[in-house]
């Protein structure tokens, strides 16, 4: 699995626009998504048999992919939260 891009700071989402906000919340939750596709397909492909090393690696990054997507959503509530403070 490639690294996933470089996360933004979650304050600095405090300092932008909503569509720029909307820009990188999409930038930051794209690797985890086509890496959750992907895997998954993997697992569900008849044509590619996967031994169980490679079956402890996909659930591996595939749990490190929905951690990402759950840091983002706290991040993004967070953000939320602090728009209606205003």
Known sequence: MSDP???PNPQQWENLRPEQV???LIYEIYHPVSLLGNQLKRLTDDDDPISEDDYEAIFEQMH???R???RTVVQL???GEGLKKQ
């Open 5 to 7: 891009p470089t996360r």
């Open 22 to 24: 909307i820009d990188s």
């Open 64 to 66: 490190q992919a929905v």
């Open 68 to 70: 990402q997507l759950s």
């Open 77 to 79: 509530k967070r953000y």
